[in-house]
């Protein structure tokens, strides 16, 4: 990720810490910012999850080896931390698609990739059928967790450990990691 779309993604955290993203104006909120491929909001959303996946990238570094399982857990608890890290931020991004959930739709791909990513760093083969369901699956319980995070005020966020940990046992009885 280079460092004009690091920067992007900082400023529009930093904004969307004091203003919904709805109130965004794009030609005002861009000026003097030489960023080509953002046209809308949704390309502002697609840049901070992409910087949010090169965060995560850059935090794996700590991530013990071991079982597929634990790996999933540390990760996507690597990626909860990232997002608490900019929380008032991420809950308007939730807030603003909450409110317009057709939106979502054209954020998908993207967001399949980033659990793309996930499964592979914690050596969870995305090939295959095998790994389409266990990638949907990553995709549901990340998103289902999410909403626990949303909730979750304490900043050890157990309650969000706490369900991660209980979906994915509830996981390994359906499909082995």
């Known amino acids: 990720m280079n460092q004009n779309k690091i920067s992007l993604a900082k400023k529009t955290l930093q904004y969307l810490e004091k203003k ?5 104006n ?7 910012t030489k ?16 910087f949010f996946d090169f965060q995560l990238k850059k935090n794996l570094v700590n991530i013990e080896k071991s079982s597929q399982r634990d790996m999933l857990f540390e ?8 997002l608490n890290e900019y929380r008032t931020s991420v809950k308007n991004i939730i807030n603003y698609f909450m409110s317009r959930p057709q939106e979502v739709l054209k954020l998908i791909p993207k967001l399949i990739e980033s659990k793309i990513l996930i499964a592979t760093f914690a050596n ?4 295959g059928i095998q790994g389409v369901i266990k990638i949907k699956i990553i995709f549901a319980f990340y998103y289902i967790t999410l909403f626990t995070w949303y909730n979750d005020d304490n900043e050890s966020l157990e309650k969000t450990m706490s369900a991660l940990d209980k979906y994915l046992n509830n996981i390994e009885k359906f499909i082995k990691l």
């Open 26 to 32: 794009l030609k005002n909120f861009l000026y003097n």
């Open 124 to 127: 969870i083969n995305p090939s």
């Open 75 to 82: 990760i996507m608890m690597a990626r909860y931390d990232i």
């Open 35 to 50: 960023m080509p491929n953002i046209n809308n909001k949704i390309d502002l959303i697609i840049n901070i999850n992409n």
């Open 20 to 24: 919904k993203l709805r109130d965004i």
